[in-house]
């Protein structure tokens, strides 16, 4: 393998974040099969979205605060957040930080900056624009990220946020990442003109990548983030990237889907990845099949620990509510005793 | 008559109002080619096309708001909204504009629409996909609020929900879509709104309940041989208060049953209607048997429904009374 001395650190940098795909991937194929024995009880994809999601994750810092949504897995893994964490989550067992109270796939990981993440859809936008203010008001480094589809681009919270980020220049990067669905709508029908381009009415930076192409996102968020730092407002990025397998393990895509994606295929961002970091000499076919390997055998190891952790007690139902239970609360519990 | 659940009753009966009815529309995200989220809307937009079933973009607020417009000038749009959880985005549309169209135009503008939506747990959904909001839209004047229990209630519920002249909110407990499949007639018929039905009769105790719970409470008096009258109101407001009284003055003994939080759920304006008509009457105090006042848990979802040993707990409590 020719080695490039000052190319060192990139390439370090692609094969870290190759291995978070690939492990994301694994992780993913574990988690479909438990969800059809019965395991976990729900389960939403990732795949088709991993280069997107990871060629930003490259070029955001350290002190960057996540406002992600439930198709943010892979970039969660990315940056380092334990699987152990993920895992009791996703069964909802009693170590679970959230205590088995959320759907398997609105992780929580504050410790890593990433925030609790709730149902609707967009509204963890207008939550990004204000951890920004807070972020510029404190003098405070670092930058918001907030993701959500295309089809969040279509909710209030969408609108409203940009309006008021662009309004009060705050340092937030607003992350469209169109897989092309919104469960059964296409984005033709969602929305009709790109969705980068609705930044312009805002007055902020518009910027689009292919999400299939991990250089091409890595170099355009490595612009859009220089942008937010030099105190220029905020930005939407759109990426186009695809939705391989269906809006979630409660949703049949045979009805409605006309463009399925097969896995390892050349849309698969796995297989678009891999060829790339072959072209740069990044990676080789050993080093590939190693860590496949090894993210499989990792994987199947820490389900089979965390799964054994049994639910919260029942108990817990009641706790956090309010930072004391009211009288309300007490008496409910003891109905169930 | 045909054979149907839930799911398949009002699917039914929007096909049948659809057709009788060009001014009928339904509008909602993936209630098109994928028939809905629970199927409910399946086939609907093959049949009647796109100008007819329209698979709106992903904004809540639109799609109610703009249904109101429809409404205001001459359709019967149908909205819906995929779990009620997700309503609380379009709030403003339904509270100020909707509810109040017909007062604030000193009854001029009316504005008749079906909000329909998927209500309560059941189906490990977790925090926002198992709310029972029921008591916002109660406490709003100038909306109607229906909620079925059985596939034969939610035709004819619906029925007379299309053209009613007011916006009503249909709530549809989404753990009764598919659990029981009863004859429905194939041609129109209606069950009044503003009417409850008495699904069981006994001298002891009144269960006063709606929507998830009938079934439960149904099963626990049949498995208990509990002499009790079970009420299932079906419509929420207006309630049935004559029907509320009359059996609260009967047995005087009254329990009310709901998957809702107990605080400002119905059973508090229940209770309040019964002390104010017929105190009197009454052997013991009005007991809730409810859904928690904690956001609905996804893990132990199972715990939180009222269940058997707590209406019998309350039965006994009732009956110990003295
Ligand atoms: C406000 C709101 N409305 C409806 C839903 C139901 N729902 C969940 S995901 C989804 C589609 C989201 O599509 P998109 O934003 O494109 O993200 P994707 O799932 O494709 O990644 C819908 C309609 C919801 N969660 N929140």
Redesign the pocket.
């Known amino acids: 393998m020719t080695e490039v001395i000052n190319d060192t650190d990139e390439k370090q940098k692609f094969i870290r974040g190759y291995s978070a795909m690939v492990l994301y991937r694994a992780l993913e194929k574990k988690a479909m099969a438990a969800q059809r024995q019965g395991r976990i009880g729900f389960f ?1 994809q990732s795949s088709g ?1 991993e280069a997107a999601q990871i060629g930003l994750s490259m070029a955001l810092d350290e002190d960057t605060l996540f406002y992600e ?3 943010d897995l892979p970039m969660m893994i990315h940056r380092g957040v334990p699987l152990e964490l993920i895992l009791n989550q996703l069964f909802g067992n009693r170590d679970d930080i959230a205590k088995g109270r959320q759907m398997p796939i609105h992780l929580l990981a504050a410790d890593y900056n990433f925030m609790s993440i709730p ?5 963890n936008l207008p939550l990004a624009v204000g951890s920004a203010f807070a972020k510029k008001y404190r003098n405070k480094s670092g930058i918001v990220e907030a993701s ?8 209030s919270d969408f609108h409203a946020s940009l309006n008021l980020a662009a309004d009060l220049n705050l340092p937030v990067l607003f992350f469209c ?7 059964s ?1 296409p ?1 033709e029908k ?1 929305t009709k003109v790109e969705i980068w381009k609705k930044a312009e009415a805002y007055g902020m930076l518009g910027l689009k990548a292919d999400g299939n192409n991990i250089m091409e996102v890595y170099k355009v968020a490595q612009e859009a983030v220089q942008h937010i730092k030099s105190g220029l407002g905020p930005v939407l990025l759109e990426v186009r990237c695809y ?1 391989m397998g269906a ?2 393990t409660s949703d049949d895509p045979k009805k409605y889907q006309t463009d399925i994606v097969a896995e390892g295929s050349e849309k698969d961002p796995i297989v678009a990845t891999e060829k790339i970091l072959k072209e740069h000499g990044y990676l080789n076919d050993q080093m590939i099949a190693n860590i496949r390997a090894e993210s499989e055998k990792i994987i199947n190891e820490k389900f089979e620990e965390q799964e054994k952790i049994p639910p919260p007690d029942r108990s817990t139902m009641f706790d956090d509510v309010y930072k004391e239970r009211t009288w309300v609360l007490n008496e409910e519990e003891d109905e169930y005793r | 008559m045909s054979i149907m659940n839930m799911v398949q009753a009002i699917n039914h009966t929007l096909d049948f109002s659809m057709s009788e009815d060009d001014s009928v529309i339904l509008l909602g ?2 209630i098109g080619k994928d028939g809905g ?1 629970f199927r409910v809307t399946d086939g609907l937009q093959a049949k009647f096309g796109e100008q007819r079933v329209i698979d709106t973009p ?3 607020l639109g799609i109610v708001g703009a249904a109101i417009g429809m409404a205001v000038s001459g359709l019967k749009p149908i909205p819906e ?3 009620q ?2 309503i609380f ?1 379009s709030m403003d549309q339904i509270i100020n504009q909707m509810a109040k169209m017909r007062y604030r135009t000193g009854g001029t503008v009316t504005v008749p629409l079906v909000l329909r939506t998927a209500v309560g747990g059941g189906i490990k959904g977790g925090l ?2 198992s709310q029972s909001g029921e008591s916002y839209f109660v406490h709003t004047a100038g909306l109607t609020v229906v909620m079925p229990s059985n596939p034969l209630d939610a035709a004819g519920l619906l029925f007379s929900s299309i053209g009613y002249g007011d916006p009503v909110i249909f709530l549809e407990p989404k753990k009764l879509y598919r659990s029981e499949k009863i004859e429905v007639p194939d041609e129109r018929f209606d069950v009044a709104i503003g009417k409850a039905s008495l699904i069981h009769e006994g001298d002891s105790l009144s269960i006063i309940t709606y929507g998830s719970m009938v079934p439960v409470v149904k099963k626990t008096v049949e498995n208990n041989s509990l002499d009790a009258d079970v009420l299932d109101l079906r419509t929420l407001s207006p309630l049935d208060v004559d029907s509320i009284v009359k059996t609260a003055k009967k047995t005087g003994r009254v329990m009310i049953v709901h998957e809702a939080p107990r605080t400002l759920g119905m059973g508090a304006e229940i209770s309040a209607l019964i002390s104010e008509r017929a105190i009197e009457y009454l052997y013991a105090p009005i007991l809730r048997v409810t859904g928690l006042d904690t956001p609905f848990p996804y893990r132990l979802e199972d715990l939180y429904f009222p269940d058997e040993r707590r209406i019998l707990n309350a039965s006994s409590k009732l009956m110990e009374y003295r």
């Open positions: 939403m979205q949504y439930y198709r149902s609707p859809v967009g509204s959500f589809g295309d089809g969040g681009s279509s909710t990442e169109n897989n092309g669905w919104a469960i709508l984005v969602q939705r809006h979630s | 995200e993936d989220v992903l904004n809540e909204i995929q779990f959880d997700f985005t926002y996909h």
